[in-house]
């Protein structure tokens, strides 16, 4: 295999298909001393509490919707918002912020790349630098000390404990500095670049515009206090809270339950039932085998609307160098019988 290091802002090439060795660092790979991390300083309470409502008012939204829906059926307009918001979001995530910032999965022009970065930004789960650094710090350190949000390590075999772990991974994470990532550290090549972090800093007023932008569309189409306030709740909070906990599942769910295919050195899963709603992030042990893939389903039958994306923008050649991982190296990290569902042992 020949290995490739994309560079952010290659000069574009005509569309090309090679198999790239680049990853993060192997997740099985533990540093001699996580002294040599450095500091952090303690999250504010300011930090925690602006955590702890972009958590709690999207389900507050959901029940807002349910007092809308008493007594008014919920209309193809206001699921098309819902929709629409949902899928431009997901794909900012798991296209942008996953496959092309994190893992350099594939290169594309400028312009997309901040397209991408705007959309991740608008699912609300923090700028691009935090999230790519906390992400690259993951699979750096995955299922280990160090891994900002493992169920496994510091928890312990129990039932209870086990349930504590899920919560950890699944939202606590949020609420600790215990493991999050230095971005001059682990995101140091997306700091350098001005324009992706003049939109991380520009993260506040993102966030305003992807709750703005569905209530405005509500107000015209379906008119007044009411097209507002519902376009508000759908396209903002019930699709910021639908999405949050898609996301959260990879980190939770898909550590504990599920099948391994490939030899990872960690824990995750392949959850299949997952896959339509997370773009495709849910066959996570194949991601943790091959990092460096674009596509995440690596069968057939594997749904991953993610790389159905990168494949069409390759089609259109917006993309290139996209990453592929052969069957030779695929067949190489097998694991007897890992189509078999099971939970950690």
Wanted: hydrophobic letters at 45%; glycine letters at 10%; proline letters at 6%.
């Amino acid at each position: 295999m020949t290995a490739t290091s994309p560079s952010p802002h290659a000069t574009p090439r005509p569309r090309s298909t090679p198999v790239s060795s680049l990853r993060p660092p192997p997740a099985g790979t533990q540093p001699a001393a996580l002294s040599a991390e450095p500091w952090l300083p303690p999250l504010s309470r300011a930090y925690k509490a602006i955590n702890l409502v972009g958590i709690v008012l999207p389900l507050a939204g959901l029940v807002i919707a349910m007092l809308l829906l008493w007594n008014r059926m919920v209309g193809l307009t206001e699921l098309g918002i819902l929709v629409v918001g949902y899928l431009a979001t997901g794909v900012g995530i798991t296209v942008g912020f996953h496959r092309l910032f994190t893992h350099r999965s594939f290169q594309t022009s400028r312009a997309l790349r901040y397209t991408f970065a705007v959309l991740g930004e608008m699912a609300v789960e923090g700028d691009v630098l935090a999230w790519v650094a906390d992400h690259r710090k993951h699979h750096r350190f995955s299922d280990r000390r160090g891994d900002p949000h493992s169920p496994h390590v510091g928890f312990g075999d129990g039932a209870l404990e086990g349930l504590k772990g899920l919560w950890h991974a699944h939202t606590g994470w949020l609420f600790s500095q215990a493991g999050r990532a230095d971005r001059d550290k682990y995101a140091k090549d997306l700091v350098a670049d001005p324009g992706l972090s003049l939109i991380a800093r520009l993260f506040l007023p993102i966030v305003i515009a992807s709750l703005l932008l569905p209530a405005a569309v509500g107000w015209l189409l379906l008119g007044g206090w009411y097209g507002f306030v519902a376009g508000l709740v759908w396209g903002g909070a019930i699709r910021i809270f639908l999405l949050h906990h898609v996301t959260f599942s990879i980190n939770s769910i898909c550590h504990v339950w599920g099948r391994r295919r490939f030899t990872s050195g960690d824990e995750s899963r392949n959850v299949w039932w997952l896959s339509w709603l997370s773009f495709g992030e849910s066959w996570h042990n194949n991601h943790h085998a091959f990092p460096s893939s674009a596509f995440h389903g690596l069968r057939p039958r594997e749904v991953d609307p993610g790389g159905w994306v990168i494949r069409a923008l390759e089609r259109a050649g917006l993309v290139w160098r996209v990453v592929r991982i052969d069957e030779t190296r695929q067949a190489a990290k097998l694991v007897p019988g890992g189509d078999r569902w099971h939970q950690r042992d």
